[in-house]
């Protein structure tokens, strides 16, 4: 089945240390987003990514930085973690930019700052 | 300025009950996408139902239905003969342009569903 897949489901860093999350999809969409999600907040778009162009949005911090190698991956990295960096991150995949494409999201990693 | 409202932040149904829960939303695009989530505590983001602003019809997803009042600016969840596995907590969601010029979807505060046997 096409799909959103993110690795890992959860992942524990250090105050400070560089930490990285993956996503892949199977779904050859165009677009990809990271949203972070604290606890009991809705989601909260990050970036994303129309094919290699890569939109930030005006609020995301300098700390948050992404890459998309290809298609299928794209990567969110976090160069410096604090404490309130922990919270579930999603990504979402549609085919294309537009107000009436749908969003397909995976099953997010939970990051927990130690 | 909340672009999407959601009023009810939990709520409790018995189980085969329908449900229906609130969205209200604002904005003054012609063209734009309404859509609901289920996110459930494993923290999936479960896409239900999608209905665009030209739609005339409600849009109709096995159980799900969205009932979409244009000139009320509302776009509500009904969901029909409840299971304990509705349990979880629903997004409303739209489809829109940030003031950075970006396309984004704008998520409601949620409404916790839980069903009860």
């Known amino acids: 089945d096409a799909m959103v897949i993110q690795n890992p489901r959860y992942q524990v860093t250090q105050f400070g240390k560089p930490v990285t999350l993956s996503c892949s999809q199977t779904l050859n969409h165009n677009v990809m987003y990271w949203y972070q999600q604290k606890s009991s907040q809705a989601p909260k778009l990050l970036f994303h990514y129309y094919d290699k162009d890569f939109n930030n949005e005006a609020d995301t911090p300098d700390n948050f930085q992404s890459r998309r190698p290809n298609t299928s991956f794209c990567f969110l990295d976090i160069r410096s973690p604090g404490l309130g960096d922990a919270a579930m991150y999603l990504c979402?995949?549609?085919?294309?930019?537009?107000?009436?494409?749908?969003?397909?999201f995976g099953p997010g990693t939970r990051l927990l700052v130690l | 300025a909340q672009k999407i409202t959601q009023t009810q932040p939990g709520m409790f149904v018995q189980e085969k009950e329908a449900v229906t829960l609130d969205c209200t939303y604002d904005t003054s695009d012609q063209s734009y996408g309404l859509f609901w989530y289920k996110q459930p505590s494993s923290g999936e983001m479960i896409f239900l139902i999608y209905q665009g602003s030209y739609d005339e019809q409600n849009a109709t997803e096995g159980r799900y239905s969205l009932n979409f009042q244009k000139a009320r600016k509302s776009a509500n969840l009904v969901i029909s003969a409840s299971q304990l596995g509705d349990s979880a907590m629903y997004f409303c969601a739209m489809r829109e342009v940030s003031n950075f010029g970006n396309e984004k979807l704008t998520f409601g505060t949620g409404t916790r569903l839980t069903i009860i046997p």
């Open positions: 979402a995949t549609s085919r294309a930019a537009g107000v009436l494409e749908t969003q397909y």
